[in-house]
Every structure is written in C-alpha cells, then in structure tokens.
C-alpha cells in the first residue's frame, strides 16, 4: 500500500454519518492539497504546533499552576479529552482525526487562572460585547494566530472551527457567519464535535476527582455520596490492604471512567442505529444530538458534576485562588485600557485589519496570558502578589 493509500484509510472506513473529505465544508482560503495528510490530519496538526497550544501548559484548570507540577493543566486536560474522544470516534466509525482536532482545540481561548480569570474578563468586556472562551478559542484559530503569509489565523476546515464554538448567544451568533449559523436556526453540529464536548466533561469530572484528593480538599468521605464511586470502592476494597490507598483510587476513577465511556459509545452507537442518518446533513438536522449517554448514566455523570461543584469548586481554598485570579485580571485589564502605551505592539491598535477596539486589543492580550505571566506582569505593575497573601 502507498503511503498517501495508508493515509486514505482510515477515511474509507467511516460510516456514512461521520465528515469526510467530500462532505466536510472546506477552508475560508484555498490551499494546496496535503500530498500524505489527510485534511482533518493537517488541522490537528496545526493546533498541536500553534503557539496558543503551547501555553495551555501554564494556564490553570482547576489548580493554578504554581500549586504543585502534579495537577492537571489545560494542557494535559485537553490531552486527556483527546483520548476519550478519539476511542469513542473509532468504536463509532466517525471521523477521528477531526474529533481530535476539536478536542485539542477546544479550549484554546481560555484565559489565564481558568473560569476565575474568564468571569473577570467577561466583567471587564461587558460594555464592550462580553468575552467568552469559546468565542475566543474560535477566535484564536481564525485570527490571532499569524504563521502564514497568505492569511491571517490556521484556515481550519469549516467542521473543525463549528466543533470549537461549542456555545454562542445567538446575537453574537450573527456576527460570525455560517459556523453560527446552527445557533440561529437550531440545528446540531457534526457527531465529531458533539463527542468531543462529552469527551471534555467524562475528563474533566474524573481527572478532578483525582486532582481534588490529591490536593486533600476532597475527601473519600465527600466521594462516597456518589452509588457509583461507593461500589467500585467497596469491591477494591476487598482486594487490597490500607497500604494501597492510592492504587484503590486509581482502580475507581479508572472504572468510573470505562463505564461513562462504554455507555456513551453503546448508547450512541443504538441511537445511530435507530435514527440512521445517511449524512452528515441527517445528524444536522435532527433534532437533538445523537451522541450522548443513557438516562441512567447520565444522572451519574450530573451527579459526580454537582459533588464536584459542591465540594471542590466552591471550596475555600479554590475559592481564595479565585479571588486572587479575579483581581489580577480586573488590575491588568484597567491598566492597560488606560495605559494602552504599556501594551506590545500597541501601535497595531486599530490598525490591524479587523482588530479594531482597544478593548478587544487589551482582552485578547490578556486572555492569551499564561498564569505565571499574567502574575510577573501583574506583579511588575503593582509590586504585590495575591496569590501570596495569607
Ligand atoms: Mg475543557
């Protein structure tokens, strides 16, 4: 087989519903075909090597990232969601290069010190249209992004940036042209971007899970409220000693996690089966997302959600770190709005094709920010550290 056969195959094998090459919706500037690539595989590709990509290593999930190198980071979560959604993709037969494209993607947009530091910009942009992670990361991939010299962002295939405007109000909806259109009219987006958005949150609740105990502010205790965790607990329980603490751990987040997944794919695949969309088309139209969990597992997936809010979200301790990223924000935000000589290349302000309000100048200076930058520069300006404070 030649190599470009090679990498037609896994192309060949997707069901009629997937997106493929014929049916996906192309590039906003035309380019040459790739030669061994298909093209889903060179839009993975250039997430993986685009800058906003590689500073996902230092912007906080949960924990900020200066609290210890064990924690997951926006970094390794998106990774991690990767995985889920490309085992999902494959055991359906839709298109897995794409689903990982907007997996990897998907919270490229996301500010410095996680929800804290969006609900801060969003505060600081609201005279100005509000600023949410979505919309940025769409943003990111579409604009801000400079690496070719024939247009501005990555000239991602219309089905990788639709799968990463996960959410959008239909007023900005209007704004941003036929990859918001499904907002308008109400229709769904590919089975590979409804995948990859159950793919962050089957990650997210069991990486926190772990990430939450190992920062001792879950507690087993906290844990065994949720049925699911309690039996997988008990039953690891009986094959081990105390010393294996850790291990029983792993072994239930490991199984928590098999049973979402396994249920998500067994349940998809009987709604395929049902519905049998014949195309991409069919799966838009319908008219709710054919990629979900049962009824019954999809109270456990709420309920492990709700605990996780309940007892790790709200607890003192990442409430404090949230205050901190707050005011961080808020500061860097009016300095710079003020001051908007302190900004590199502010000599770009209303000058760059499109970029043209110095809000959204300084927004997506700031959103770009890193943690451990946006607390230097933070900390350059005002001489105090937050994050310090007792
Ligand atoms: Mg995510």
């Not at 098999?258 to 709604?271: A, E, G, Q, W, Y």
């Amino acid at each position: 087989m030649s190599m470009l056969a090679e990498a037609r195959t896994s192309e060949n094998q997707l069901a009629s519903y997937a997106v493929n090459e014929q049916s996906a919706g192309g590039r906003q500037y035309e380019e040459r075909t790739p030669e061994f690539r298909s093209q889903f595989q060179r839009d993975r590709d250039r997430i993986v090597h685009c800058s906003a990509f590689r500073r996902l290593e230092y912007k906080t999930q949960v924990f900020v990232n200066h609290e210890g190198d064990m924690f997951r980071t926006r970094l390794t979560h998106s990774l991690e969601v990767a995985q889920i959604a490309r085992t999902v993709a494959r055991a359906l037969a839709i298109n897995e290069d794409l689903t990982e494209t907007i997996a990897l993607a998907h919270d490229l947009g996301h500010t410095p010190f996680g929800h804290a530091g969006q609900q801060a910009l969003n505060t600081c942009m609201k005279d100005f249209g509000g600023f949410e992670h979505n919309r940025q990361s769409l943003r990111i991939v579409e604009y801000l992004e400079e690496r070719y010299f024939e247009f501005r962002g990555l000239n991602l295939l219309f089905d990788s940036r639709e799968g990463i405007l996960k959410h959008c109000s239909a007023e900005h909806a209007q704004k941003l042209g036929p990859v918001g259109q499904r907002f308008l009219n109400n229709t769904q987006p590919s089975l590979e971007a409804q995948l990859a958005n159950l793919a962050d949150e089957i990650a997210y609740n069991h990486h926190d899970v772990d990430d939450g105990l190992r920062a001792n502010l879950l507690t087993v205790e906290h844990l065994l409220e949720h049925p699911l965790f309690s039996n997988l607990y008990a039953s690891a329980k009986k094959r081990t000693n105390e010393a294996d603490s850790r291990r029983v751990i792993y072994y239930v987040i490991r199984e928590m996690m098999n049973h979402f997944v396994v249920d998500l794919i067994k349940t998809s695949k009987n709604r395929l089966e049902q519905f049998a969309p014949g195309s991409v088309g069919d799966v838009r139209a319908h008219g709710a997302p054919l990629i979900g969990f049962s009824e019954s597992v999809d109270k456990e997936h709420l309920a492990l959600k709700q605990l996780l809010r309940r007892e790790l979200y709200h607890h003192d301790n990442v409430l404090k770190n949230v205050r901190s990223a707050g005011r961080v924000v808020n500061e860097l935000f009016a300095t710079f709005i003020q001051n908007p000589e302190l900004l590199p290349d502010h000599h770009l302000i209303g000058n760059d094709d499109g970029c043209s309000s110095v809000a959204e100048f300084v927004a997506d200076y700031v959103a770009g920010m890193t943690d451990r930058f946006a607390m230097a520069e933070h900390q350059r300006i005002f001489q105090i550290n937050y994050f310090a404070e007792p």
